[in-house]
């Protein structure tokens, strides 16, 4: 229906019988040299409907597209940044919101230019923001993906990855809601025009209406004058709405808690010349809805020599994701963090999030989990490695694809040009971790920091991505892993994590050798090559003092007094131990 539509619309002359100006008899029924008749001057009806389509669609859809533009920016800026941008945007979006539209409608068209221009204006005006608001809703949920903090991670700057990577992904619920839009901009159109507020020489189908209505159309029973613009306005705003409908369903996803995350007091950015990284006291908390604060990580330390390879071990929930997320500060709204990261004698936390955006991608490299949406779906994968060293190498479109090629080949995937242009669906979970792996390389980083990169893989993938990443062998390397079989061939240092606390930090060969925490002791005896042994059973102890213990009591067998309260990390043997039997004075 709208195909013939738009057809009619763009060539008039070509199926119109007559001129739209041309003259017969007025008031003249259909016949067959009149199928719709005439009106009160003697116009051929058919021929003024057919005139009339291209000011009705132009209007409805020349609206629907400003609409849809203004609403769209609107709602990814403040979707995207949050805060006081946030807060302006939406508060400016109330107020058009409240505002009664019909008789702001009627009032601007009766005073601004009265021509297709001003109509489009004027309700373009007066449909943006109910756009705004579904864009905002949805960007606010698509900023918390795995895809977009991966291009955050890399150093992609708020403009890019809202057009580049947001944008696309929700483009079916902007067209759905452009095509409603445009179907409500038709249906205005026609009741501005049936109320003559608009330019009479600039003939449409509410026009043909107000005409008919003011020509005694009713009274001197000429049906055919005002029953063919009706149709044509109740099928082409039909058509739209199936169109819209078939899209999508418009669903407003849940709105995310508003603030930022409060940064730490910037005590002083420099710092006096310490480890290439040195992770003091990071302490990292999330406030729910109920008013209510979740530690994720507390009191955490350690330190990552330049060249070295650190793996933080432990079971899912213990925090290994969350500081990383810490470290490049993308971390949620709703979390608070406080500590100092010295990278390079440089205090991140003191950084502000402009100085931050430089660094990442540049020289703090992310590898996400390949496992979930850590690649956008809507570009492919040769592009998005090929991005990264667009936005921090400078390269052109074609040196950097090219590069994205060389990657894809250094990473072990065949025929590279081929797959450079596919898109991440078609890959398996080993080639998607190690074009992640790619992605980071493209941007020239001295250091990685790896999300879970083996989850989900079989031993073929992992032995893919073991292989990919002992390339790396100038690189700083901080891995996240709860795969104990790979962090021994892989790192040189082992980091224990649990309950969101360093449990234990010790060389690779003394920590596999002969672990001292009772938690690290219980991680390799559940490997299968060391018995599949799990801690069942459970000792009894106070639930409200549980907080205040050491958080492995109660499966701990060698716990005593002490270990009601928390201990603290001392170092012992060449190693930093969280445990009261190396902690206390009488061990």
Known sequence: ????????????????????????????????????????????????????ARTSLTVGLGAAFSATCLGTLVGLAAGYRRGAVDEALMRLTDLFLVLPRLPLLFLLAAYLNPGPVGIIVVLAATSWASTARIVRSVTLSMRETGFVRAARALGAGPLYTMIRHILPNISEVVL??????????MTAEAGVSFLGLTDPAAMSWGTMIHEAFTGGALVNGAYWWYLPPVVCISVSVSAVLFVGQSVTDIRSAPTAQHGRTPLPSPESVSAPQREFLSVEHVTVDFSDAEGGNHHALADVDFRLPEGGRLALVGHTGSGKSVLLMALL??????????????????????????????????????????????MNPMLSVGFQIAESARIHRGMGRREAFDEAVSLLRAMGIENPEKRAKDYPHRYSGGMMQRALLGTALACG????????????????????VFRSLARLDTQTILLVTHDLEFAERFADHVAVLYASRIVESAPKETFFAGPLHPYSKALLEAQPERGLKVP????????????????????????????????????????????????????
């Open 176 to 185: 759905a809601k452009a095509m409603l839009t445009a179907a409500a901009a």
């Open 536 to 587: 069942m059973r459970m000792r009894s102890f106070e639930e409200e003092n549980h907080g205040a213990a050491c958080p492995f009591l109660p499966w701990c067998d060698e716990a005593f007094s002490l270990c009601s309260s928390v201990p603290p990390l001392v170092e012992r043997s060449g190693r930093l131990i969280r445990c009261w039997r190396y902690g206390s004075t009488s061990s």
């Open 445 to 464: 980083s001295g250091f990685f920091l790896v999300d879970e990169p083996t989850k989900g893989l079989d031993p073929a993938g992992r032995e893919e």
């Open 329 to 374: 500060r993308l971390l949620p709204e709703n979390a608070s963090f406080h500590g100092r990261v010295y990278y390079r004698g440089t205090n991140l936390f003191g950084l502000s999030e402009k100085e931050m955006a430089r660094l990442r991608g540049r020289e703090l490299a992310y590898v996400p989990q390949g496992a979930g949406n850590a």
């Open 1 to 52: 229906m709208l195909a013939v539509l738009f057809l009619t619309a763009l060539l008039p002359g070509f199926f119109a019988p007559y001129d739209r100006d041309a003259l017969h008899d007025p008031y003249g029924k259909p016949v067959l040299s009149h199928p719709l008749g005439t009106d009160s001057i003697g116009r051929d009806i058919l021929s003024v409907l057919i005139f009339s």
